[in-house]
């Protein structure tokens, strides 16, 4: 049985944003080695907390101590802000506590807001037959059965119920709950999937 998770995901499958071209605030370094984490949506309590919703609240890599980047969600032109976690509380409400911001008044200056982290930070997985979602986007997708082009998984999210797949295809968007059955191949090293595409029911 397949198993999914936002960290990672154990799968079955055959061996066979993140946005470009910004640069982080302080340090510099290129936003495309960061990965979208959750969002920053308001002020929690006095003392410079946030309400926290992250991308999957499962298997969050998130942890006290971890540096993350803020990115603040209203401005197209918002430099990344580089920031540690305080303390993260996890469960039905996420709060998420960052070192510099002591006060509410200084939360609200910073939400709505992004909240990234380095991809080189994830803990290393040295199971061959698991692979971070995060790994995902940018991989080419093939059809399954012609082995076409259809184009690149642009981002993944989790509904509730299931890790699901955003897929950019040649004249449309694509969104697939991430099971085997859609998603029969992936290929990390050559950067492609193949996928089997819904059957479309004409009435």
């Known amino acids: ?44 309590g006095i003392c410079g907390g ?19 980047f803020l990115k603040k969600s209203n401005h197209a032109d918002a430099s990344y802000e580089r920031y540690e976690i305080a ?13 510099q911001v002591v006060d509410r008044n200084e939360a609200e200056l910073l939400t ?16 061959t037959s698991e692979f971070y979602l995060a790994d995902l986007i940018g991989l080419s997708i093939f059809s399954y059965e012609s082995g076409e082009l259809l ?12 890790d699901v797949l955003i897929l950019e295809l040649q004249n449309e968007t694509l969104e697939l ?3 085997e059955y859609y998603f029969p191949e992936i290929n990390l090293a ?8 819904p059957e479309v029911i004409s009435e």
């Open 151 to 162: 184009g690149k998984c642009s981002g993944h999210y989790h509904n509730g119920a299931q």
């Open 50 to 68: 946030f309400s926290f919703f992250p991308i999957s609240k499962r298997d969050s890599i998130l942890s006290n101590c971890m540096e993350v």
């Open 112 to 127: 709505p807001a992004e909240v990234y982290c380095e991809r080189a930070t994830f803990p290393k997985i040295d199971n």
């Open 1 to 44: 049985m397949l198993q999914l998770g936002f960290a990672h995901m154990k799968r079955h499958f055959s061996k066979k944003n993140t946005e470009e071209g910004l640069s982080v605030g302080r340090e510099g370094k290129e936003s495309h080695s960061l990965i979208l984490m959750g969002y920053c949506s308001s002020p929690h």
């Open 177 to 179: 709950p991430f099971i």
């Open 87 to 99: 303390k993260i509380t996890k469960g039905n409400k996420w709060i998420l506590f960052l070192d």
């Open 190 to 197: 050559r950067s492609e999937m193949r996928i089997r595409r």
